[in-house]
């Protein structure tokens, strides 16, 4: 029998396995040599979305795309260090008593059992996978704020820059500071719990009846409905700063825990103390949106912006670097991302596609390739090691067929991937949505052309369409433009570069169109039917798109699509949203799409050179509704 790890000896190969896990978002990423050769989320799937659980299917996906075993692997990285963790929540507990004793009581039995014990745990579930003994797995831990800091800088294109981390909180750290430099990463500042502005933009998130840890998209798409005249935007800013948090000039921040009770109790915020300083109750999901939700949204998503600026301009005048690398859940915040690109703070700015939890299965395995090995790196300051965060898995023609007479789906073969796309476009001109699935699945949460829900940015009643009977979510929820990457100063200003979709540009001036008259006194649902620019489907309310540029070099299949689409209107975007229904994670396999594009109002499905018209499929039998499998996001 082949001994695994003399064989990877004599190749002269490392392979580092990354695992996040047991909080939100599992992951597992493979690394060989420091080379990114797979990522993935359990959610995608278990189709449990935000799935915590241990990534079994994941680790088997990475393992299987290098061809390896575990006995192959140098190291499993976990992204966090659990003990750490539970120090905290101890010390808390017992700082906030006996505030917290309902909650103490409730999370005890599950730290005790499993989190504590996590070494334990996580061999258990490797052994699970594959039967080979416990010694031949080395373990290793990375803090959670370095796996992030990781993740943001070593797959950048940069060999020198600053890296600024912010999320809710991982150990005891909620953000830091960290300047990058070859192979190395060091320290800087750090912010510690329970201050923190990824949880203070998660307690507004919950007091406008959002979830948290996934709600947090839609507070930001719903900030621009506020009006940005309004004298009552500018007294909940007041209130913000005078009541619930302090800001320091540096971007760190105290937050009056009198206002909270995430540190201690099952709630994120101090309900009664919320409604005496806003004027309003805490919204419910069902509640419609009001005037007031708008600008308290608008009013947060300020604060959020002018504190992560001042933590940048802090981080500048700590490292000198010229560059900024970002991760941590409040990278995702693409339009406080767009804030820091026009404060013009850095030359430039690069962000890891999955910066929250998950990235940090990413970031755990390269710290430990580059810091723990002390193995080199090289960067060109020009490409990214993401290869356009195209790491997931694939499908082949056999599989996409094999679905087809599962579900006795009625299709057309094209002879070329040039007829694909012409009909195509045929489809998107006629006004349909076209479901669209090619390659290797995106890492992340953003659909980056490979798994994606498409449409003619031209339409203007494509944005209420694809809400109300695409994605069956809020109809004020914006979609985002795919632009050619050749063409985007033909749209949108600044014309940057924004590969995974996490910057928001303005669409420009010459393409806008006027707002009526008393357009600001209007409900959220009379500014959606107004017509805003000649690409309508994807101009938010307050002219920005969240823009993903495509780029033939990383993705040549969507990039000729658009180019196919842009010879035949003379525009060069489409509209881009993730292939899944709200609360449904983004598909996977074919049959993940084919479900999904039976059970809505899609038109088209496209599997590769595969062609499916909704008119022509078989009546969909099965009885389980989306809204009974999945839950509300």
Same mark, same amino acid.
């Given at each position: 029998?082949?001994?695994?790890?003399?064989?990877?000896?004599?190749?002269?190969?490392?392979?580092?396995?990354?695992?996040?896990?047991?909080?939100?978002?599992?992951?597992?990423?493979?690394?060989?040599?420091?080379?990114?050769?797979?990522?993935?989320?359990?959610?995608?799937?278990?189709?449990?979305?935000?799935?915590?659980?241990?990534?079994?299917?994941?680790?088997?996906?990475?393992?299987?795309?290098?061809?390896?075993?575990?006995?192959?692997?140098?190291?499993?990285?976990?992204?966090?260090?659990?003990?750490?963790?539970?120090?905290?929540?101890?010390?808390?507990?017992?700082?906030?008593?006996?505030? !917290?004793?309902?909650?103490?009581?409730?999370?005890?039995?599950?730290?005790?059992?499993?989190?504590?014990?996590?070494?334990?745990?996580?061999?258990?579930?490797?052994?699970?996978?594959?039967?080979?003994?416990?010694?031949?797995?080395?373990?290793?831990?990375?803090?959670?704020?370095?796996?992030?800091?990781?993740? =943001?800088?070593?797959?950048?294109?940069?060999? @020198?820059?600053?890296?600024?981390?912010?999320?809710?909180?991982?150990?005891?750290?909620?953000?830091?500071?960290?300047?990058?430099?070859?192979?190395?990463?060091?320290?800087?500042?750090?912010?510690?719990?329970?201050?923190?502005?990824?949880?203070?933009?998660?307690?507004?998130?919950?007091?406008?009846?959002?979830?948290?840890?996934?709600?947090?998209?839609?507070?930001?798409?719903?900030?621009?409905?506020?009006?940005?005249?309004?004298?009552?935007? $500018?007294?909940?800013?007041?209130?913000?700063?005078?009541?619930?948090?302090?800001?320091?000039?540096?971007?760190?921040?105290?937050?009056?825990?009198?206002?909270?009770?995430?540190?201690?109790?099952?709630?994120?915020?101090?309900?009664?103390?919320? $409604?005496?300083?806003?004027?309003?109750?805490?919204?419910?999901?069902? @509640?419609?949106?009001?005037?007031?939700?708008?600008?308290?949204?608008?009013?947060?998503?300020?604060?959020?912006?002018?504190?992560? #600026?001042?933590?940048?301009?802090? =981080?500048?005048?700590?490292?000198?670097?010229?560059?900024?690398?970002?991760?941590?859940?409040?990278?995702?915040?693409?339009?406080?991302?767009?804030?820091?690109?026009?404060?013009?703070?850095?030359?430039?700015?690069?962000?890891?596609?999955?910066?929250?939890?998950?990235?940090?299965?990413?970031?755990?395995?390269?710290?430990? %390739?580059?810091?723990?090995?002390?193995?080199?790196?090289?960067?060109?300051?020009?490409?990214?090691?993401?290869?356009?965060?195209?790491?997931?898995?694939?499908?082949?023609? $056999?599989?996409?067929?094999?679905?087809?007479?599962?579900? !006795?789906?009625?299709?057309?073969?094209?002879?070329?991937?040039?007829?694909?796309?012409?009909?195509?476009?045929?489809?998107?001109?006629?006004?349909?949505?076209? !479901?669209?699935?090619?390659?290797?699945?995106?890492?992340?949460?953003?659909?980056?052309?490979?798994?994606?829900?498409?449409?003619?940015?031209?339409?203007?009643?494509?944005?209420?369409?694809?809400?109300?009977?695409?994605?069956?979510?809020?109809?004020?929820?914006?979609?985002?433009?795919?632009?050619?990457?050749?063409?985007?100063?033909?749209? %949108?200003?600044?014309?940057?570069?924004?590969?995974?979709?996490?910057?928001?540009?303005?669409?420009?001036?010459?393409?806008?169109?006027?707002?009526?008259?008393?357009?600001?006194?209007?409900? #959220?649902?009379?500014?959606?039917?107004?017509?805003?620019? @000649?690409?309508?489907?994807?101009?938010?309310?307050?002219?920005?798109?969240?823009?993903?540029?495509?780029?033939?070099?990383?993705?040549?299949?969507?990039?000729?699509?658009?180019?196919?689409?842009?010879?035949?209107?003379?525009?060069?975007?489409? #509209?881009?949203?993730?292939?899944?229904?709200?609360?449904?994670?983004?598909?996977?396999?074919?049959?993940?799409?084919?479900?999904?594009?039976?059970?809505?109002?899609? @038109?088209?499905?496209?599997?590769?050179?595969?062609?499916?018209?909704?008119?022509? $499929?078989?009546?969909?039998?099965?009885?389980?509704?989306?809204?009974?499998?999945?839950?509300?996001?």
């Amino acid at each position: 029998m082949r001994n695994h790890h003399d064989y990877r000896n004599r190749e002269n190969r490392m392979y580092i396995l990354g695992i996040s896990a047991y909080y939100h978002d599992a992951a597992a990423a493979l690394i060989q040599d420091g080379r990114i050769v797979a990522a993935a989320q359990e959610e995608r799937f278990t189709r449990k979305k935000h799935d915590p659980d241990f990534p079994k299917n994941a680790v088997r996906f990475c393992l299987e795309q290098a061809g390896i075993s575990l006995g192959d692997l140098e190291a499993v990285v976990y992204y966090d260090k659990p003990l750490l963790t539970f120090e905290r929540l101890l010390e808390t507990y017992y700082a906030f008593a006996p505030r !917290g004793l309902r909650s103490f009581l409730a999370s005890m039995p599950v730290w005790l059992k499993q989190k504590v014990m996590m070494k334990k745990v996580l061999l258990d579930e490797l052994t699970a996978l594959e039967a080979i003994p416990r010694t031949r797995i080395k373990l290793l831990f990375s803090s959670h704020h370095l796996s992030h800091a990781a993740s =943001a800088f070593f797959p950048s294109p940069y060999d @020198d820059a600053a890296i600024l981390t912010v999320d809710g909180v991982g150990e005891w750290a909620t953000a830091s500071i960290c300047h990058g430099q070859g192979n190395g990463i060091r320290l800087l500042r750090e912010l510690q719990f329970p201050h923190s502005l990824g949880l203070l933009y998660s307690a507004f998130t919950s007091f406008l009846g959002f979830k948290v840890n996934s709600g947090e998209y839609k507070l930001m798409g719903l900030a621009p409905y506020g009006n940005p005249a309004s004298v009552r935007v $500018q007294q909940y800013c007041d209130s913000i700063r005078g009541h619930l948090v302090d800001i320091k000039s540096d971007g760190s921040l105290w937050l009056n825990q009198e206002y909270f009770d995430y540190a201690a109790g099952l709630q994120m915020t101090n309900n009664a103390r919320w $409604q005496r300083l806003f004027g309003f109750p805490p919204r419910s999901a069902s @509640d419609e949106l009001l005037p007031e939700h708008c600008d308290l949204a608008l009013a947060i998503q300020r604060v959020t912006e002018e504190v992560v #600026v001042k933590m940048a301009v802090e =981080a500048r005048r700590l490292t000198g670097a010229r560059k900024l690398c970002l991760a941590g859940g409040v990278a995702l915040n693409c339009v406080a991302n767009g804030k820091l690109y026009k404060e013009a703070i850095f030359d430039e700015i690069w962000i890891q596609p999955a910066a929250g939890d998950a990235g940090g299965a990413l970031g755990a395995a390269l710290a430990a %390739f580059h810091i723990t090995h002390g193995r080199e790196r090289v960067a060109d300051e020009k490409t990214d090691s993401m290869a356009g965060a195209y790491l997931g898995p694939e499908y082949s023609d $056999q599989d996409i067929e094999r679905t087809a007479r599962r579900f !006795g789906a009625v299709y057309r073969k094209c002879d070329s991937f040039d007829e694909v796309c012409q009909h195509t476009t045929e489809s998107l001109v006629s006004g349909n949505v076209i !479901g669209w699935f090619q390659g290797r699945m995106e890492w992340g949460p953003r659909a980056l052309g490979n798994r994606s829900i498409i449409a003619d940015p031209r339409s203007p009643e494509m944005q209420r369409k694809l809400n109300l009977k695409i994605k069956y979510r809020e109809g004020f929820r914006p979609f985002a433009p795919s632009v050619l990457a050749e063409y985007v100063h033909e749209y %949108f200003e600044p014309s940057l570069q924004s590969p995974y979709m996490l910057q928001v540009a303005d669409v420009k001036t010459e393409r806008r169109y006027s707002l009526p008259e008393g357009y600001h006194d209007m409900t #959220v649902r009379e500014k959606l039917y107004i017509v805003r620019s @000649d690409i309508p489907a994807v101009t938010h309310i307050d002219y920005s798109a969240r823009l993903q540029t495509v780029h033939r070099e990383t993705n040549p299949p969507y990039w000729q699509l658009i180019d196919t689409f842009r010879q035949q209107t003379g525009y060069a975007l489409l #509209v881009n949203t993730s292939f899944n229904v709200r609360g449904e994670p983004i598909v996977m396999s074919p049959d993940d799409a084919y479900r999904c594009f039976m059970r809505t109002e899609m @038109d088209c499905l496209v599997l590769g050179n595969y062609l499916f018209a909704k008119h022509e $499929q078989p009546r969909w039998q099965e009885r389980q509704a989306w809204q009974e499998e999945f839950a509300l996001d």
